[in-house]
């Protein structure tokens, strides 16, 4: 099946920076993404999508950019915080299912 | 709403023992999933259904685990016998429109097989 790589599977930033992570994907059919953000002892939750008719969009304190030519996604969190602490999934469909791979995720720990 | 209930929410059992998983999808949601958990590889689809009816099981590791749903407000995931192997966090999540959208995430089992 179709598989998506995180590029750097652990993040650190310092509180107050802007944080970057980056996911390729291989399904050049996708045309709909999500970034879920689970948190210590809890399920992955939806933080923002984008649709492949899109290069952008914005969130609050949160943009992701879309290079449908590269296959390449990335989700900016503005003033990272320690509750942006978190393990982030950029899942994508399988091809021909209706069900997301979404693999081992990048964890990002904001130092104070 | 209160979201997608999961029990137990931990689990401890010895080898060899039935584990039985449970889940309480949103109410109008006709899509559930359950994924498995584990720090080596990470989140796993082990099956999913679409109103009731299993759709793709491809993910289910063996025959030792099943899975059912037999109306639109319950499913359970059962493991039988229970290995070591098999200790991890068991989401299901629930989907209005299909797991390429949004899906809506439990709060996990955490299995302990000893």
Known sequence: GESVGLHLPTLSVQEGDNSIINCAYSNSASDYFIWYKQESGKGPQFIIDIRSNMDKRQGQRVTVLLNKTVKHLSLQIAATQPGDSAVYFCPTPQTGANNLFFGTGTRLTVIP | ?114
């Open chain 2, 1 to 114: 709403d209160a979201g997608v209930i999961q029990s137990p929410r931990h689990e401890v059992t010895e080898m060899g023992q039935e584990v039985t998983l449970r889940c309480k999808p949103i109410s109008g949601h006709d899509y559930l999933f359950w994924y498995r958990q584990t720090m080596m590889r990470g989140l796993e689809l082990l099956i999913y259904f679409n109103n009731n009816v299993p759709i793709d099981d491809s993910g289910m590791p063996e025959d030792r685990f099943s899975a059912k749903m037999p109306n639109a407000s319950f499913s359970t995931l059962k493991i039988q016998p229970s290995e070591p192997r098999d200790s991890a966090v068991y989401f299901c999540a629930s989907s209005p429109r299909g797991g390429a959208y949004e899906q809506f995430f439990g709060p996990g089992t955490r299995l302990t097989v000893l």
